[in-house]
């Protein structure tokens, strides 16, 4: 009996409980632990570290977790042009504790990889752009390259005998230099790397003839005198290499390409989550400090609503689907 009377006041009290609970419109879940306090948030950066999309994740990373009140980690999971680690996320419990901190090759990997263990459009919610960062054009100062149409003179001289890196097939590096090839007109070779750093090295070495390197990898071994700048591959030059022409002011028109940074969420991350997520990376990214920061790197903020960079994704991809077709490019 003694037993019957425990459990029937355990009960009322819990029926207590859940009513207080209803008057200020709050519900038992969310009366728990509040997010995102509970537990590591994790970044999931699909290329090598030192890469221009790891190096913004963890300048975000840094910050961003004094803003939210929790650690967060940020774990390279490199390869396939950043399909191994996109996949990783469109899988994960959409809880609010895993990211992707991915790069605007993710637009082009639908229409270049035949099957992807994901959909771009539908395991995908966007948080927001970060930042878009300038590609630079970068060569050995020993392959006697002077500038680009130098470069482009002698690629068209020898058709199918000069190299270009990029960090991976589908990345934006190798974006950027599909466009530049489309525009010049060139028939070169495409030379996939893991990553920028191991692309940087062979760039740096000779064995391969340029690459649009994010202009945040480059720019100390620019400045060292070990890389040499020909151009930026954005529409303006950058402000951390002002005497280094674009593309386009190159001679080569229609080879301007914007390299963007973004984080996503698995698709049915809570759109609560969601919402707060993009608050507080809002909130960071306008720091001064932060943006010094990315200043200095060559980085410019590049913030939206979570439904502006889904639709800036959907309209990328439409875009991407065309280049993909013209350049004919393919997975090495």
Do not use: C
């Not at 639908?110 to 930042?131: E, H, N, Q, R």
């Not at 990345?171 to 750093?197: C, D, Q, R, V």
């Not at 151009?231 to 914007?258: D, F, H, Q, W």
Request: charged share 15%; aromatic share 6%; net charge positive.
């Amino acid at each position: 009996m003694r037993q019957i009377k425990i459990i029937l006041k355990t009960l009322v009290a819990s029926l207590t409980f859940i009513a207080s609970l209803s008057l200020f419109g709050m519900s038992p879940a969310s009366a728990e632990v509040p997010w995102p306090k509970a537990q590591t948030i994790r970044f999931i950066v699909p290329f090598t570290p030192g890469s221009g999309t790891d190096v913004i994740a963890r300048i975000l990373a840094n910050k961003l977790s004094d803003t939210l009140g929790t650690s967060i980690f940020v774990e390279n999971k490199p390869g396939a042009g950043g399909t191994i680690g996109a996949a990783i996320v469109a899988k994960s419990e959409p809880n609010g504790y895993t990211f992707l901190i991915q790069s605007s090759g993710h637009v082009v990997n639908p229409f270049l990889y035949t099957s992807l263990p994901y959909d771009t459009l539908k395991d995908f919610a966007g948080i927001t752009p970060l930042v878009q960062l300038p590609n630079v054009m970068v060569t050995s100062p020993n392959a006697g390259y002077t500038s680009v149409s130098d470069l482009v003179s002698k690629t068209l001289a020898e058709p199918g005998v000069k190299n270009y890196a990029s960090a991976g097939n589908g990345s934006a590096t190798h974006m950027n230099a599909e466009k530049f090839k489309l525009a010049a007109k060139l028939n070169a070779n495409h030379i996939p790397y893991k990553g920028t750093p191991d692309a940087i090295t062979d760039t740096m070495a000779g064995r391969v003839d340029w690459f649009f390197s994010p202009i945040v990898s480059a720019l100390p071994l620019i400045k060292d005198g070990k890389l040499q700048a020909l151009a930026v591959g954005t529409n303006k030059r950058a402000a951390v290499l002002p005497n280094v022409p674009t593309t386009i002011e190159s001679g080569i028109p229609n080879s301007s390409y914007i390299f963007w940074v973004g984080i996503l969420a698995p698709s049915k991350t809570p759109v609560k989550i969601i919402n707060q997520m993009n608050a507080g990376i809002l909130q960071v990214m306008k720091d001064p400090a932060i943006m010094e920061q990315l200043s200095k790197l060559g980085a410019e903020p590049m913030l939206m609503s979570p439904a502006k960079f889904d639709q800036m994704i959907k309209t990328e991809m439409d875009a991407s689907a065309i280049l993909v077709k013209e350049s004919k490019m393919s997975v090495n």
